[in-house]
């Protein structure tokens, strides 16, 4: 069975940081994109980055550059993401997910994030609050 599973979220005050790992089992996630998306009550589910499938390419959506970072481990099969300097406006869900239709190079919307609809398998999600 594929599966994703999401750990490390909590709640943390602003300023403060929190590392989410995601980690794959029952497939190989080497060859594909995967992607970290978050969904707020009340708002649609935005992507916030992705990561190619060998770990030279890495997208952020303008919001989270520079506090944000994605890495993953292939030998681990484990996907990862570092969030600094917080703000209450990060908290929401957290997805992780995997596009198999992209490897080389992973598919990006309008704001620069991954594009929801070619992820094809989700995690369950884990919450992040900040408070201010």
């Known amino acids: 069975q594929v599966q994703l599973v999401e750990s490390g979220g909590g709640s943390v005050q602003a300023g403060g940081s929190l590392r989410l790992s995601c980690a794959a089992s029952?497939?190989?996630?080497?060859?594909?994109?995967l992607g970290w998306f978050r969904q707020a009550p009340g708002n649609e589910r935005e992507g916030v980055g992705a990561i190619s499938a060998g770990g030279t390419r890495v997208y952020y959506v303008d919001s989270v550059k520079g506090r944000f970072k994605i890495s993953r481990d292939n030998a681990k099969n484990t996907l990862y993401l570092q969030m600094s300097s917080l703000q209450p406006e990060d908290s929401a869900t957290y997805y992780c997910a995997a596009s198999p239709r992209f490897g080389v190079t992973c598919s990006r919307d309008q704001r620069g994030g991954p594009l929801v609809a070619d992820y094809d398998i989700w995690g369950q999600g884990i919450r992040v609050t900040v408070s201010s």
């Open positions: 029952g497939y190989t996630f080497s060859s594909y994109c």
